[in-house]
Nanobody, 122 residues
Framework: QVHVVESGGDSAQAGGSLRLSCSAS????????MGWFRQAPGKERDGVVS???????RYADSVKGRFTIATDPATNSLDLLMNNLTPEDTGMYYC????????????????WGPGPQVTVSS
């Protein structure tokens, strides 16, 4: 079982920036495959970025060029740096861990954090 903890989020103006932090811990030795997802009200949970155990990142097309990540393999942390935010980025953001291979599909992840809220106003 992997324990996932998130922090950060809150609100920002369009064009602004926010940072979300996540760390994963458990019995597994070594680096976890992790990812960030988001869910807008009334919509499905969508993948934002997924990071392999080698640190290779895969981004959703909707955030490429605006969102980046910062990782620390020693602590299994995965921070999401969100720039040039738009109101369409509003939603609950969830960190997930434990995928076998990096994926933007939520079904690939067995362990989830509770999720911080991000609100972007125009």
């Amino acid at each position: 079982q992997v324990h996932v903890v998130e922090s950060g989020g809150d609100s920002a103006q369009a064009g602004g920036s926010l940072r979300l932090s996540c760390s994963a811990s458990g019995e597994q030795f070594g680096r976890y495959c992790m990812g960030w997802f988001r869910q807008a009200p009334g919509k499905e949970r969508d993948g934002v970025v997924s990071v392999s155990t080698y640190g290779l990142a895969r981004y959703a097309d909707s955030v490429k060029g605006r969102f980046t990540i910062a990782t620390d393999p020693a602590t299994n942390s995965l921070d999401l740096l969100m720039n040039n935010l738009t109101p369409e980025d509003t939603g609950m953001y969830y960190c997930a861990a434990g995928c076998a291979l990096p994926s933007l599909e939520s079904t690939a992840f067995p362990s989830w954090g509770p999720g911080p809220q991000v609100t972007v106003s125009s």
